[in-house]
């Protein structure tokens, strides 16, 4: 398995762009990033058995959180992400009135995390 390149995630007055060597994609403004995920902070839940495993470090009621500008700040992403989103358009807007491409992000993503939650896929 070859390596693949990463983009790696810039904020640039407010705007997530994806970037690696000459490409940079604007994926939107983390305004937006942080209220379609539903808030500053995104938590994933654990249930009993795989809170106690030794390498993670669930809170007491099982769960993990964290904050959502800083895990978006240092996730780089993968070519196919990337490809993904290139082809959602980033001037047209959703029926709630955000860019396609943001609201595609944040579903790639949060389906990412919540994947990470669960241990038995």
Sequence with gaps: MTNQPRYEPQVEDGTLY?????????????????ELVGGETYTLEYTA???????????????ITFDVRDAVREMPHTPD??????????DESTADG????????????????????????
């Design 81 to 90: 992400l990337v490809s993904n989103l290139e082809n959602c358009p980033i």
């Design 18 to 34: 994806l970037e690696h060597e000459r490409t940079r994609l604007e994926v939107g403004t983390m305004d937006q990033i942080v």
């Design 49 to 63: 058995r795989q809170g106690a495993a030794a390498w993670l470090s669930t809170d007491d009621d099982e769960t």
């Design 98 to 121: 955000v860019p396609k491409r943001t609201a595609l992000f944040v579903d790639l993503i949060t389906e990412i995390w919540d994947s990470k939650g669960n241990l038995e896929t």
